[in-house]
């Protein structure tokens, strides 16, 4: 299983890399659950990781056709592999299929589509999970995220863990990746990966003050060995809907791995 770490910059985009996260998720916690970072930032932030890991981006709930769409170009044109949109606000599947397609048009190059599902998807006046599943097939998106809209209270207490499992099963059943979010720390990661779950992804617990504090190198490597075993030296997201790349860790990063390794041997 992956970790992703969202990043509100560069500085937290370095600490997540020396603390061995998979996937690096610029989001700007002050702005919601889904809030997305400046373009200059976002082109910071993609300067940190220097190629090291993938990259995804938060870019909010779609309002409009044409103001996603250009958005998702914006975002694409830093060299993402993944933008995420959510979908706060909209109760319609067929409305919800044109954002996604809105979306996909506006990507460009290797750069992906997520759709993010929420789990207090009434909370968000969204559509329920399992609807969203269907129209990211339909729409030729990567994979799905399920999160909170809400920060209050973990996934796993605002949903059943058989309703978890099911969702989990229906977008694999679509061949899509699935991710899940919300609230979650180290304990839940092994619900999250008896599941099935290819991702899990942290922002309050990687930091030191809560989600709005600052990335902990430290936290993000407790969180690492509890997503299990760090993933082959390739950049493969998920259920293989990556292009494979070559990736040379900086040299920090791989002296962390190794220091966690032989703390793990001696306990």
């Given at each position: 299983?992956?970790?992703l770490?969202s990043?509100?910059g560069p500085?937290?985009?370095r600490?997540?890399?020396?603390?061995?996260?998979?996937?690096?998720?610029?989001k700007?916690?002050?702005?919601?659950a889904?809030?997305?970072?400046p373009?200059?930032r976002?082109a910071?932030i993609?300067?940190?990781?220097?190629?090291?890991?993938p990259?995804?981006?938060?870019?909010?709930d779609?309002?409009?056709?044409?103001?996603?769409?250009e958005?998702v170009a914006?975002a694409a044109?830093?060299?993402l592999a993944f933008?995420?949109v959510?979908?706060?606000?909209?109760t319609?599947?067929a409305?919800?299929r044109?954002?996604?397609?809105a979306a996909?048009?506006?990507?460009?190059?290797?750069?992906?589509?997520?759709?993010?599902a929420?789990?207090?998807?009434?909370?968000?006046?969204?559509?329920?999970?399992?609807?969203?599943?269907g129209v990211a097939?339909?729409?030729?998106?990567?994979?799905v995220?399920l999160?909170?809209s809400?920060?209050?209270?973990?996934?796993?207490?605002?949903?059943?863990?058989?309703s978890?499992?099911?969702?989990?099963?229906?977008?694999h059943?679509?061949?899509l990746?699935?991710?899940?979010a919300?609230?979650?720390?180290?304990p839940d990661f092994?619900?999250?990966?008896?599941?099935?779950a290819?991702v899990?992804?942290?922002?309050?617990?990687?930091c030191?003050?809560?989600?709005?504090?600052?990335?902990?190198?430290?936290?993000?490597?407790?969180?690492?060995?509890s997503?299990?075993?760090?993933?082959?030296?390739?950049?493969?997201?998920g259920?293989?809907?990556?292009?494979?790349r070559?990736?040379e860790l900086p040299?920090?990063?791989?002296?962390?791995d190794?220091m966690?390794?032989?703390?793990?041997e001696r306990?």
């Amino acid at each position: 299983m992956q970790l992703l770490v969202s990043v509100a910059g560069p500085a937290e985009a370095r600490a997540a890399l020396q603390g061995g996260a998979d996937v690096i998720d610029a989001k700007d916690p002050r702005r919601g659950a889904l809030g997305p970072v400046p373009l200059p930032r976002l082109a910071a932030i993609r300067a940190a990781v220097a190629g090291a890991h993938p990259i995804s981006a938060a870019l909010g709930d779609a309002a409009s056709e044409a103001a996603l769409a250009e958005a998702v170009a914006a975002a694409a044109a830093v060299d993402l592999a993944f933008v995420k949109v959510g979908f706060a606000g909209v109760t319609s599947e067929a409305r919800a299929r044109r954002l996604a397609l809105a979306a996909r048009r506006g990507a460009a190059g290797e750069t992906r589509v997520v759709l993010v599902a929420y789990a207090d998807w009434r909370h968000a006046e969204s559509l329920a999970p399992a609807c969203l599943v269907g129209v990211a097939a339909d729409a030729g998106a990567a994979g799905v995220l399920l999160d909170t809209s809400a920060k209050g209270a973990p996934l796993f207490a605002i949903t059943s863990l058989a309703s978890v499992t099911a969702w989990v099963a229906a977008v694999h059943a679509a061949g899509l990746f699935a991710a899940l979010a919300g609230s979650l720390s180290g304990p839940d990661f092994a619900r999250a990966r008896a599941l099935g779950a290819d991702v899990v992804g942290v922002r309050g617990a990687a930091c030191v003050g809560g989600r709005t504090g600052r990335v902990s190198r430290r936290r993000v490597a407790a969180l690492r060995v509890s997503a299990g075993a760090a993933p082959p030296a390739r950049a493969l997201v998920g259920r293989g809907v990556l292009s494979e790349r070559e990736i040379e860790l900086p040299e920090i990063v791989r002296r962390d791995d190794e220091m966690l390794h032989a703390l793990r041997e001696r306990a």
